[in-house]
């Protein structure tokens, strides 16, 4: 039985599709705040507002690594740069978890192993 055949296989798809998909919401909202803040954005606007308390909870574990880097009103803020690498490698993580779990035939598996044994 390979792979393509297994019942998980399909699990297995739908859950590294919505692992990437709330990653890449996630990332996108932190790319929001980071540029925002760096371009000095009135936290009072509507939009400004909403990207900073959406991602409040999620920048809040990294607050106290760095100190803010503010030159006239804009905020180079290094703890959203930190947040949206741990948050990508823990996304990643999350993937490969997945592949881990993946039904896979004996001879996949020594294939996989002899390609592994070349390198």
Same mark, same amino acid.
């Given at each position: 039985? @390979?792979?393509? @055949?297994?019942?998980?296989?399909?699990?297995?798809?739908?859950?590294?599709?919505?692992?990437?998909?709330?990653?890449?919401? *996630?990332?996108?909202?932190?790319?929001?705040?980071?540029?925002?803040?760096?371009?000095?954005?009135?936290?009072?606007?509507?939009?400004?507002?909403?990207?900073?308390?959406?991602?409040?909870?999620?920048?809040?574990?990294?607050?106290?690594?760095?100190?803010?880097?503010?030159? %006239?009103?804009?905020?180079?803020?290094?703890?959203? *740069?930190?947040?949206?690498?741990?948050?990508?490698?823990?996304? *990643?993580?999350?993937?490969?978890?997945?592949?881990?779990?993946?039904?896979?035939?004996?001879? %996949?598996?020594?294939?996989?192993?002899?390609?592994?044994?070349?390198?």
């Amino acid at each position: 039985m @390979n792979s393509y @055949n297994s019942p998980t296989t399909k699990s297995l798809f739908k859950g590294t599709q919505i692992v990437w998909y709330f990653l890449s919401i *996630l990332e996108v909202l932190l790319a929001f705040r980071f540029v925002l803040k760096l371009m000095g954005a009135n936290a009072a606007a509507g939009f400004t507002n909403f990207i900073y308390v959406a991602t409040w909870p999620f920048t809040t574990p990294f607050l106290a690594v760095f100190q803010r880097t503010t030159i %006239e009103g804009s905020v180079f803020e290094w703890t959203t *740069l930190l947040a949206m690498l741990v948050y990508w490698m823990i996304g *990643l993580a999350l993937i490969n978890l997945f592949s881990i779990s993946k039904t896979v035939s004996t001879p %996949e598996a020594a294939a996989k192993l002899d390609q592994d044994d070349s390198r």
